[in-house]
């Protein structure tokens, strides 16, 4: 079975930083990771990702702040949130996809981590 844990979520001042950790158990191969976020009201959205060969992708509202990083050997995953703003918060959730041959596509979610961002 596949698990995805995340950590690091908190309340936090405008301006402050958070760092998020997700760890992936239950699975041999990631072609991707990444973080999505959702806030009361609103749908899911992609905050940054990033592929098994580095290459990384971020929402316009995070970009120049946010940064996503993997430590492949250990299927971990983290996002350094700098200069947070109160529009940040939400729960954030950990999310990893695994391509298989033709059509397949496997899409797994941790249980999600709250960040508050408010004075």
């Known amino acids: 079975q596949v698990q995805l844990v995340e950590s690091g979520g908190g309340l936090v001042q405008p301006g402050g930083s958070l760092r998020l950790s997700c760890v992936v158990s239950?699975?041999?191969?990631?072609?991707?990771m990444g973080w999505y976020r959702q806030a009361p009201g609103k749908e899911r959205e992609l905050v940054a990702d990033?592929?098994?060969?580095?290459?990384?992708n971020y929402a316009d509202s995070v970009k120049g702040r946010f940064t996503i990083s993997r430590a492949n050997a250990k299927n971990t995953v983290y996002l350094q949130m700098n200069g947070l703003k109160p529009e940040d918060t939400a729960v954030y959730y950990c999310?990893?996809?695994?391509?298989?041959?033709?059509?397949?596509?496997?899409?797994?979610w941790g249980q999600g981590t709250q960040v508050t961002v408010s004075s």
């Open positions: 990033i592929t098994s060969g580095g290459s990384t």
């Open positions: 999310h990893a996809l695994r391509v298989g041959f033709g059509p397949k596509r496997y899409d797994y």
């Open positions: 239950g699975i041999a191969s990631i072609n991707a």
